[in-house]
């Protein structure tokens, strides 16, 4: 539904006492989880209630003939019109405030522009094949700040992504797709994560990690793109509310004080999936060996008396 005039005025004055109404101080982000799926490259993220799927792919193509050692990340979000029900019972497009084309031009503008993501590190053979990288940004639920909850999603999964093993073998090309050797990560330089705040009663008023409600409300956003050593990698705004140059350096302060622990907890759920495949690998391998001398082993012949 609609946010009313009542709603807002409740929702700016609660935040002029530094409270919100998910019980959010001004400046404290949604608790976030992460999951990863069976294969390499595919994750879930939760940032509050706001729900997005990843999943990475690849395959090899040809290169353009002007960038012969080049090869392809490509970006594309699917935002369902069911993403929200408040939304669907109120009628009101989600897709005119921030569309899936807009969530992918500033998810793959902060990888590509900081440098995190190599596209020569995906030439197989120059000229001739090299590896195409698709993110599909599936919108599950969305209850605001997409932008963040798509970058924390999509970093992570090209973090976990691996891609086959390619070889020539007798001039042609191989691609190992029985697993016989461990597959390949991406070559990612750094880990760049989207951090966005909004600003309310004219730009006094700033909040970070808006929910759908406070989105409605905001006269604004400023989206800052930012990794663990302290580099700004991008800066996106939104609406038309004037920022002073103040309150633009004391949000950049308080989201380097954030990125720490935002890659912490993308690394730490990275560690933790590797570990969990690492003992199930050993644990299956254990089983193959274990069968294998189970059948090995003939029944002792007992002679008759």
């Not at 590896?131 to 999964?157: E, K, P, Q, Y």
């Not at 966005?196 to 929910?211: K, Y």
Request: charged share 25%.
């Amino acid at each position: 539904r609609e946010v009313t005039s009542n709603e807002k005025e409740f929702i700016t004055n609660s935040l002029r006492g530094n409270l919100r109404t998910d019980g959010r101080r001004a400046l404290e982000i949604r608790n976030i989880k992460i999951t990863f799926g069976e294969s390499y490259g595919t994750s879930e993220v939760m940032l509050g209630q706001t729900r997005i799927y990843v999943v990475v792919t690849s395959e090899i193509v040809e290169p353009f003939p002007d960038r012969p050692t080049e090869g392809f990340f490509l970006f594309n979000t699917e935002y369902s019109a069911i993403s929200n029900p408040l939304l669907l019972e109120s009628g009101i497009s989600r897709q005119s405030l921030l569309d899936g084309t807009e969530i992918s031009r500033i998810i793959e503008k902060s990888l590509r522009d900081s440098g995190a993501i190599d596209t020569e590190a995906l030439c197989i053979k120059s000229g001739e094949s090299v590896w195409s990288i698709r993110v599909d940004i599936h919108i599950l639920d969305d209850f605001g700040n997409l932008i963040d909850c798509a970058s924390i999603a999509t970093i992570t999964s090209l973090l976990h992504f691996r891609k086959p093993e390619v070889l020539y073998i007798g001039g042609e090309l191989q691609v190992d797709k029985e697993g016989i050797r461990d597959p390949v990560p991406l070559s990612i330089h750094h880990i760049p994560v989207c951090i966005t705040f909004g600003f309310l009663d004219e730009g006094a008023l700033v909040l970070i990690d808006p929910s759908i409600v406070e989105e409605q409300v905001m006269d604004g956003g400023l989206t800052y793109t930012m990794n663990v050593h302290k580099e700004l990698c991008g800066l996106q705004k939104g609406g038309g509310v004037a920022i002073e140059p103040r309150i633009i350096m004391d949000c950049a302060r308080t989201a380097f004080s954030k990125i720490g622990e935002l890659t912490k907890i993308i690394q730490k759920a990275l560690d933790d999936d590797l570990r969990k495949r690492r003992a199930k690998e050993m644990t299956d391998s254990i089983d193959v060996e274990v069968r294998g001398f189970e059948g090995n082993v003939t029944k002792p012949i007992i002679a008759s008396k």
